[in-house]
């Protein structure tokens, strides 16, 4: 297993594990934005927005009623 992985990054070169790590480190960020843009907006709730974004973010549903909570207007 060990090999096969070292085959593929020998083959990939630097180039190719420098975009490998751009699109990994972007999605990450994708899938925090609702908690990154909650922290920004300082939002009263923004430690239960990013728990929701951390435990149900992976599903659309979890993601997208983090990132409307986020947006919302505090009260």
């Known amino acids: ?4 992985l070292e085959s593929m990054l020998e083959s990939l070169g630097l180039l190719g594990i420098g975009i490998i790590w751009l699109v990994v480190v972007c999605l990450v960020l994708i899938y925090f934005l ?3 843009v909650a ?8 430690v239960s927005i990013c728990i929701l974004n951390l435990l149900a973010g992976w ?3 979890g993601w997208v009623a983090a990132l409307v909570w986020a947006f919302s207007v505090d009260r």
Request: charged share 15%; proline share 6%.
């Open 59 to 61: 599903t659309a549903i």
């Open 34 to 36: 609702p908690g990154i």
């Open 1 to 4: 297993m060990a090999s096969v």
């Open 39 to 46: 922290i920004m907006r300082h939002k009263q709730n923004r």
